[in-house]
């Protein structure tokens, strides 16, 4: 079965399924890595920089529990390591 995805809305691939799930991982995927909420990662060398400024309130948890100050929400490859992840979660009990 050949069907047809356009990612980004600029460029159009037409293929088997196969084909669509290998874009995901490249395309979509990629982008996904860096929708983070307060926190900003910089690799100079082989030193990973995070900073997070803890003045700001993403409101609860879904359990209620805390409140969330940052997070990467769930692991995130670090730029430029494709073979390194990280998963990072800034929180206070409310």
Do not use: W
């Amino acid at each position: 079965m050949i069907e047809s995805i356009q990612i980004a809305g600029i460029v159009t691939y037409t293929g088997t399924p196969k084909v669509f799930s290998d874009l995901y991982k490249h395309y979509i995927k990629k982008e996904e890595r860096f929708s983070m909420k307060n926190c900003d990662m910089k690799l100079t060398g082989n030193i990973l920089t995070i900073t997070v400024d803890v003045s700001k309130n993403f409101g609860k948890s879904s359990s209620g529990k805390s409140e969330i100050i940052a997070s990467t929400e769930g692991n995130v490859l670090v730029p430029d390591k494709e073979d390194i992840k990280i998963g990072l979660n800034v929180y206070k009990k409310v």
